[in-house]
């Protein structure tokens, strides 16, 4: 009985550390994916915006861009920080 309890919070705990190693990577997968939707939208109603709303689009657009590489520049290092 105390055998299988010890078990069980020992499988517990390393799956508790696992998690919390991997939890970060994926944030910051989903922020630069959502930044990058954000990019593509504002790239689209650019294409079919007048004159002054198109250049506000398109900075917009490079600001989600920017925005969406540094949050896969964070996702691999927090990948890499969880596997070494």
Do not use: C, W, Y
């Not at 055998?3 to 550390?17: G, N």
């Not at 600001?63 to 949050?71: D, E, G």
């Amino acid at each position: 009985m105390m055998k299988k309890l010890l078990m069980t919070i020992a499988a517990t705990t390393f799956a508790v550390a696992a998690f919390a190693q991997v939890e970060p990577a994926v944030k910051e997968t989903a922020k630069a994916t959502a930044e990058s939707t954000k990019e593509a939208g504002d790239n689209a109603k650019a294409a079919v915006s007048s004159q002054p709303n198109k250049s506000m689009d398109k900075a917009k657009a490079h600001i989600h861009k920017a925005k969406a590489k540094v949050h896969r520049h964070q996702a691999k290092k927090a990948a890499d920080a969880a596997v070494h």
